[in-house]
């Protein structure tokens, strides 16, 4: 069973930083397209970044394009995803997702992110 594992997020503080990490599968790594979702309360579920299998350049979401950066670590098969200068309207759960090139789609159960002071 393929299995996505968020952890990272909690309480931040507006302008501070976080790092999530996505724990998976040495197949689902190399083999599936992965990226970042978020929804936030009251909203549909939005892509935050997603990164090719093949390697080629990320894609980001508009709202947080120039502040996030998405990145396989490749030592422990894990997708991170870190966010500077965070806002309150980043508040949202985030989720990892994974996509194979036949549009078959797995996630995780996400994690919580507040921004809030």
């Known amino acids: 069973q393929v299995q996505l594992v968020e952890s990272g997020g909690g309480l931040v503080q507006p302008g501070e930083s976080m790092t999530l990490s996505c724990a998976t599968s040495e197949y689902v790594f190399t083999w599936y397209n992965m990226a970042w979702y978020r929804q936030a309360p009251g909203k549909e579920r939005e892509m935050v970044a997603e990164l090719p299998r093949s390697g080629g350049d990320p894609n980001y979401g508009e709202d947080v394009q120039g502040r996030s950066t998405i990145a396989k670590v490749f030592a422990n098969h894990t997708v991170i995803l870190q966010m500077n200068n965070l806002k309150p309207d980043d508040t949202a759960v985030y989720y990892c997702?994974?996509?194979?090139?036949?549009?078959?789609?797995?996630w995780g159960k996400g994690t919580l992110v507040i921004v809030s002071s």
């Open positions: 997702n994974g996509q194979s090139d036949r549009g078959v789609n797995y």
